[in-house]
């Protein structure tokens, strides 16, 4: 009788499981997407369409974390929320923004990397620096050590992983908070007016404030200007020397 019923459950089971198999077979199958690595490509294809017509500028903004740099960035873009001051989120590797600039030599989209500062995502991060046409190199001004890491941390990462000529703008955070402050402004400038070699690509200081939305959009604004010149001036300088090649 045992063995009976062993023999009818074993029927069953091999029914269920031919059945489950005609329906796999005969079911569409769901393709399975391919990751996607974050690309200047891939960027440009999930812009906007009245985006996507116009010149990109990737711009990196770098700093230890908590110094401000997603405040600063979202500030400039004008998505900021109200309470967002009293909600501080770390970024987890890197984060970007987009947003329409009008220069002087025509409108750009401005892509900013928002790069992360927590040690953990070192390796992740240092990869997002390279294809990138400037930097925003960010301190607490409420946090000397935060401006030393500009110096013994990102100022050689931007050595190592960007142009030899990209063009770098310092920026001071926190200014609202006044009498907090530990990094004095003139120190900065000595820095940069200094011929020391690495500072050669530092085309300007800017302390801002994002919670008063101080020096905020001003920053960017310097800098993609700044981009678009130099592109515009070494296009220019290329043509000239193909003209002189021919003659």
């Known amino acids: ?15 269920e499981v ?6 796999n077979s005969v079911m569409p199958k769901r393709k399975r997407k391919a990751t996607r690595t974050l690309t200047q490509q891939n960027l440009q294809k999930d812009l ?29 873009m004008g998505s900021i929320l109200d309470d967002y001051f009293s909600n501080y989120k770390i970024t987890i590797g890197v984060q970007f923004f987009t947003h329409s600039v009008i220069t002087d030599n025509g409108e750009v989209v401005l892509s900013v990397w928002d ?3 927590q040690d953990q995502f070192q390796q992740i991060v240092n990869r ?33 992983f960007c142009d030899p000529n990209i063009p770098i703008i310092l920026v001071s955070t926190k200014n609202d908070l006044e009498d907090e402050k ?7 400038r ?8 690495h500072n050669q690509n530092i085309i300007g200081f800017l302390e801002t404030s994002s919670k008063s939305n101080v020096n905020v959009r001003e920053t960017f604004d310097f800098l993609v200007n700044t981009i678009v010149k130099g592109k515009i001036e070494e296009h220019l300088k290329k043509i000239g020397n193909k003209k002189r090649m021919k003659r």
């Open 182 to 188: 530990e990094v004095d402004p003139s120190l900065v």
């Open 128 to 160: 997002f620096l390279i294809g990138s046409s400037g930097v925003i190199l960010a301190y607490d001004s409420t946090d000397i050590n935060s401006y030393f890491s500009l110096h013994h941390k990102w100022i050689p990462l931007i050595e190592e």
């Open 18 to 23: 031919k059945k489950l198999m005609y329906l």
């Open 115 to 117: 790069l992360a500062g």
């Open 48 to 76: 906007p369409l009245e985006k996507a017509d116009k010149p990109i500028v990737k711009v990196s903004i770098a700093g230890v974390g908590g110094v401000g740099k997603t405040t600063l960035c979202q500030r400039a």
């Open 190 to 197: 000595n820095f940069i007016s200094s011929k020391e070699e």
């Open 1 to 15: 009788m045992i063995d009976e019923i062993s023999h009818i459950l074993l029927l069953n089971k091999n029914k």
